[in-house]
């Protein structure tokens, strides 16, 4: 099942956009190539770099995000986190929160972003609320829209690129998937994210940032 959904959410994350008109999403090809060439991550020095270009901030000293429209880093999945920051460079995402994050890592490396990635992927996630499972977490067949832990595991932590969504902040949740329903953010390869997300409603989006998030 997760190897069915491998390639399809690789763009669901962490904050909103650089311009009006974004950069294409990288095709499957082209992810392929950039995951070949991908440098092996240094958490040690990723952690040097997370304090010395100010990233606590905005994502806390331990990547968990005071302000509830902005992303939990911490425990993220490091493959996700890396492909997330090629897109903030590359201008693939659209929206005003993302100049900023441009503007942060525009002058780093591959290997400076491995190493970030590596570093926040081995922080302490936070806990979500417990509350009760929401049918639509479960999927459904008539709208083509596949259970959620097909692409993000059964307890939300995700899969090499597939973000985790437990523990993180509801607010931001929710405009995420909002941002992907209304063709907001498009830099998922093969619009996997978005062409579930267009089929949600607003009750079934906020029953599962309720579920996921913190």
Same mark, same amino acid.
């Given at each position: ?34 995951? *070949?060439?991908? !440098?092996?991550?240094?958490?040690? $020095? =990723? ?7 100010? #990233?606590?901030? %905005? &994502? ?68 979500? *609320?417990?509350? !009760?499972?929401?049918?639509?977490? $479960? =999927? ?7 259970? #959620?832990?097909? %692409? &993000? ?62």
């Amino acid at each position: 099942m997760r190897r069915t959904f491998y390639f399809l959410l690789l763009g669901f994350g962490l904050a909103g956009g650089t311009t009006d008109t974004p950069a294409g999403a990288l095709s499957l090809s082209e992810w392929q190539r950039e995951l *070949a060439a991908k !440098p092996q991550g240094d958490g040690t $020095r =990723g952690g040097t770099l997370y304090a010395e270009h100010g #990233c606590a901030g %905005c &994502h806390g000293p331990e990547g968990m995000a005071d302000n509830r429209q902005w992303p939990v880093l911490a425990r993220q999945r490091p493959l996700y986190l890396y492909k997330m920051l090629l897109d903030y460079q590359a201008e693939r995402m659209a929206g005003p929160d993302a100049a900023i994050m441009a503007s942060v890592i525009r002058e780093l490396n591959r290997q400076d972003l491995a190493d970030l990635a590596e570093w926040l992927g081995a922080l302490p996630r936070p806990q979500a *609320a417990e509350v !009760p499972e929401p049918a639509i977490l $479960r =999927g459904d067949r008539k709208r083509l829209i596949p259970p #959620c832990s097909a %692409c &993000h595991g059964a307890h939300g932590q995700g899969w090499d690129l597939q973000p985790a969504l437990r523990g993180q902040n509801r607010d931001y949740l929710i405009r995420t998937l909002q941002r992907f329903k209304k063709g907001e953010r498009s830099n998922d390869v093969n619009a996997g994210m978005s062409q579930f997300a267009a089929k949600l409603t607003d009750e079934e989006i906020r029953a599962l940032a309720e579920y996921y998030g913190r």
